[in-house]
């Protein structure tokens, strides 16, 4: 590493964040017009890097993001690019620094017009930035819809125009950009679907804004990194023993007997000391015969529940996960649910994943009224959606800002609204997965491959943290390390992935982790 790593390098700011940190930066010396002048050099050396001299247009919009475009597509045109600019927009109402450079071009600046696309390589997109959010229209969207249809390669300034930095969604149509160059700190929309597929490569630049004024700022998002995390990471000590690192309990269901194996087994691979599966007594064998360094209790027949709750009498075990093939069908049901409140009761750090989730499906206020110990819950969005249907409409925003400045059905907003309600840590699973905690805080995962997309996969992530919350870490970043590590280890294996596979191969990436974050260590 080539620094310290540091939290605020991971923030992500939301477009109102970012406007703040620009006001912040000038009122700390850095004059407006230098900003602007710096972020469209750092464009304009992206798009030196990555193509050869071509034909480019830039397509300038009525705000500051235009404003960034004058300054590319004045610079590309001094290395000798041939290159054309259209605005979009009042001359007048153009900030004092986007009128400076709006001058300082001393070109022709042509209107908005489809044609301009002929015998055009390369557009610039430098229309409307991350704080756009309405749906394009009139000459803006005719332009969009022909570079969608024409498939010019792209690079945009910020976001792709019609990309709302905050949430990711498309207001309408977006044209995807093969590049995009955004400034100081990546912003949510990079990071979540479908804005992250619309960026293409990203590229972060700085361009002076000074790091302390995001102590200003009540940052409350992060990208998923180590650089959260590691300094809790639960290594084993030299003069430590098993016990110290903790003994996980994973409910198991009798005919989806897989499901919590690979719990178990995520579990014992990142870290906890010991791992018991509690098992009805009918598939006791199939768990015995499966497992070798996981134990294996036995639930004798109509007395699951209180077996369970006598396994708890051991103190010694300090992290549960139910859900995984716990069971739906008839009294599994009843059952699961039983094992969940008998969990929660103890008051000790639990995973409710899968069937721990969707047994409360009609009532899920029992659930969230039993939860008053440290507890994360898991879901997809199908379970998502069954256990919170009425979060998409629901009035309670709490006073972050990440909240306050998105729309309710955004995957950010959803997560920490679940969170709220739930008194849970939330980890609301996918390609763009985000964890979210009951005080506002969260964070979005990105590293994670399409390979993950495979059954069990889920099961060994609640085994990674029902793994990691056994050892001490707390909630919010047992999540947050299990599910970066998941994303790592399936980017270790790739193609052809199984769920098997995610446990035996996380040794290699918990190696690799350790050498780079901590080199001393043995």
Same mark, same amino acid.
């Given at each position: 590493?080539n ?19 620009d006001?912040?930066?000038? &009122? ?6 230098d900003?602007?002048?710096?972020a469209g050099?750092?464009?304009?050396d ?13 397509l ?9 475009g004058?300054v &590319? ?9 041939? #290159? /054309?600019l259209?605005?979009?927009g ?10 400076h450079?709006f ?10 017009s ?5 015998q055009?390589?390369?557009?610039i ?5 991350a704080g ?6 009139? =000459?803006? @969207?005719?332009? $969009? ?6 498939k ?22 977006v ?6 160059v955004?400034?100081?700190?990546k =912003?949510?929309?990079?990071?979540l679907?479908?804005g992250?597929?619309l960026?293409?490569?990203l #590229? $972060?630049?700085d361009?002076g804004?000074? +790091?302390?004024v995001?102590?200003?700022l ?9 650089e959260?995390?590691y /300094? ?7 003069d430590?023993?098993?016990f110290h ?8 269901g009798?005919?989806?007997?897989g ?9 014992? /691979?990142?870290g ?9 007594? =009918?598939?006791?064998a199939?768990? *015995? ?10 639930l004798e ?15 010694r075990?300090?992290?549960?996960? +139910? ?11 009843i059952r699961? @649910?039983?094992?969940?409140?008998? *969990?929660?009761a ?8 899968a ?20 507890? $994360?819950m898991?879901?997809?969005?199908g ?8 979060i998409?409409?629901?009035?309670e925003i709490n ?7 998105s ?7 959803r ?6 309600l739930?008194?849970a #840590?939330? &980890? ?5 997965t985000? !964890?979210a905690s009951?005080d506002?805080?969260?964070? +979005? ?12 996969s889920?099961d060994?992530?609640?085994?990674? !943290? &029902?793994?990691?919350?056994a050892?001490? +870490?707390?909630?919010?970043? *047992? ?18 992935? !199984?769920?098997e596979?995610?446990p035996?191969?996380?040794p290699?990436?918990?190696s690799?982790?350790? =050498?780079?974050?901590f080199?001393?260590?043995?």
């Open positions: 590493m620094h310290k790593p540091n939290k605020s390098d991971r923030c992500l700011l939301t477009a109102n964040e970012m406007g703040r940190a006001k912040a930066a000038v &009122v700390a010396g850095v004059p407006a017009i900003l602007m002048a710096a050099k750092a464009v304009a992206a798009v030196l890097n990555r193509w050869s001299k071509c034909s480019v247009l830039v300038c919009g009525p705000g500051n993001n235009g404003g960034d004058f &590319v597509a004045k610079l590309l045109k001094a290395a000798g690019w041939p #290159v /054309r259209a605005f979009w009042s001359v007048e109402k153009l900030s004092p620094e986007a009128t450079f001058h300082a071009w001393q070109g022709e600046v042509e209107a908005y489809v044609d301009l696309l002929e055009t390589d390369l557009v997109d430098a229309m409307f930035g756009l959010t309405c749906p394009l229209e009139g =000459k803006a @969207r005719n332009m $969009v819809d022909s570079m969608i249809e024409r010019i390669p792209i690079c945009a300034v910020d976001v792709p125009s019609g990309v709302d930095g905050t949430t990711g969604a498309a207001l309408g149509k044209a995807p950009a093969e590049l995009t955004t400034f100081f700190r =912003k949510p929309g990079h990071l679907f479908p992250r597929s960026c293409g490569e #590229v $972060v630049a361009i804004i000074p +790091v302390t995001l102590d200003e009540n940052l409350q998002t992060w990208e998923n990194s180590p959260l995390w /300094r809790d990471y639960p290594w084993p000590q030299l430590g023993h098993k690192r903790g003994h996980a309990l994973v409910f198991g009798e005919n989806i007997t499901a919590s194996r690979l719990t178990a087994r995520g579990a014992m /691979r990142i906890a000391g010991l791992v018991t599966l509690a098992v009805p007594i =009918k598939a006791w199939v768990y *015995a015969t499966a497992m070798t360094s996981v134990m294996v209790a036995k027949q109509s007395q699951e529940t209180e077996d369970f709750e006598e396994l708890l009498l051991d103190p075990h300090n992290a549960i996960a +139910v859900g995984p093939g716990a069971g739906l069908a008839g009294f599994e049901s699961t @649910r039983k094992i969940v409140m008998t *969990a929660l103890s008051n000790r750090a639990t995973v409710l994943d069937d721990a989730l969707s047994a409360f499906v009609n009532d899920p206020q029992v659930l969230f009224g039993a939860i008053h110990g440290p507890c $994360v898991t879901p997809h969005e379970e998502f959606a069954r256990l919170f249907p009425k998409n409409k629901s009035p006073n972050s800002p990440d909240i306050s400045e729309h309710p059905d955004d995957k950010l907003t997560a920490r609204l679940a969170a709220k739930s008194g #840590v939330v &980890v609301l699973k996918g390609a763009d985000v !964890i009951p506002g805080r969260a964070i +979005v995962n990105s590293n994670a491959p399409a390979d993950l997309a495979t059954g069990g889920g060994v992530l609640a085994g990674f !943290i &029902v793994g990691l919350l050892q001490g +870490v707390e909630p919010f970043y *047992a999540a947050a390390a299990a599910v970066w590590l998941h994303g790592e280890v399936g980017n270790e294996i790739g193609a052809g992935l !199984i769920a596979d995610l035996d191969h996380l290699k990436v918990l690799a982790f350790k =050498k780079q974050y080199p001393s260590k043995k």
